[in-house]
DNA sequence: ACCTGAACACCGTTCAAGT
DNA sequence: ACCTGAACACCGTTCAAGT
């Protein structure tokens, strides 16, 4: 706020005439930077899990250049006009892939999740620590056989691969997680009890 | 850091003798927290995608109620000891369920990104505000169906369901994706032009 | 009516100075 | 040697006062 306040000339306060608060800064801000992800009505001649993968793409690497973005983008869900672009056209390469409308309904939600929370957790990076994901790999390499016998029995297969064959492989996983996983039944109107109405 | 230290009558400053930074201090309280988490040792005769649930659910629940300190493993891998055992037993429930290792190693990540970001997500809404996965969702229901066709098309499925009945979805489809989706061949060995080391 | 200077109430981190 | 008061360099937000 006063950064953007001082690149205005002004106050912090002015800008509160525009927008309510941090958040919705945010948001406009990055509704703005979705505008230039590329939707991909254009490529024909592709397999639909590939267009997915190839749209997602481009909204993680927005949001990993932004971790701010992307870490406000978790809290605040965004629902600006390129946002829901961006939701209705992933929508319909579902649908395109032969997806359950009940099943692509949150289906999305779940890929739109994964996006953000990488984008969060590995967006650039701003010293030079290497960040925590090492220690982290090395706390699992480094892990005692008596008291992880589970992380010691994985070996090295915990520490494999590249981030970015990681992100691959998870959106392969929630592509095929999606298709196959049925939604309970009687869920489609809330029950008595239920918890998200009111 | 104030308030802990105002809490234990000194000036912030005397944290740092015990603590690098705020980040640190986060990770040794979380993993104190996650000493509370029953690790499904004792359950008998319960189906493992049913314990993996449970386990998982109780990790969520913890960092639901510290919505802060969720926000800060999402960027902060935490490495501790009762972290390391979570993974641990999820690990060896993984392979009870006959998920091959080199799935399961990755998986576990994806298991835990999505219950981190979901804690993140949905912690204690602090205000009476109803947070904005409401605001999305009245976004959702609004979106014109000329600009929007596949969001329209979906209608209420997109809006329907509990949280709670969202979140079991979603391990359900962690798990079966896991279970089917393949590891990228040649990613055991990094390639010369390999991204993780160094 | 529209804008904003100045203040309020916070942060995390550092470091020189104290015991 | 171990601890810490006080300062530094920031935040987001509000509101009374200005034009």
Redesign the pocket.
């Known amino acids: 706020?006063?950064?953007?306040?001082?690149e205005?000339?002004?106050?912090?306060?002015?800008?509160?005439?525009?927008?309510?608060?941090?958040?919705?800064?945010h948001a406009a801000v990055l509704d703005e930077l979705l505008g230039t992800v590329p939707l991909a009505t254009e490529s024909r001649r592709v397999a639909w899990n590939d267009r997915i993968a190839r749209v997602l793409g481009s909204y993680t690497r927005v949001l990993m250049e932004h971790p701010t973005l992307a870490r406000s983008a978790l809290v605040t869900r965004p629902s600006g006009p390129n946002y829901l672009a961006l939701v209705d056209c992933l929508l319909g390469l579902l649908r395109e892939g032969g997806v359950p409308d009940d099943r692509s309904a949150w289906g999305i939600d779940l890929l739109l999740l994964f996006a953000t929370s990488i984008a969060a957790e590995h967006g650039t990076r701003d010293q030079a620590d290497q960040g925590p994901e090492q220690a982290f790999m090395t706390a699992l390499r480094d892990a005692s056989s008596a008291r992880y016998p589970a992380i010691a029995a994985l070996g090295n297969d915990l520490v494999s691969g590249s981030p970015e064959a990681r992100y691959e492989w998870g959106v392969a996983v929630l592509l095929a997680g999606i298709a196959s996983a049925s939604r309970p039944a009687g869920e489609a109107e809330p029950s008595m009890q239920g918890g998200a109405t009111s």
Chains 1, 2 share one sequence.
């Open positions: 706020m006063r950064r953007l306040a001082s205005l000339d002004t106050g912090p306060a002015s800008l509160y005439v525009y927008v309510r608060n941090t958040a919705e800064l």
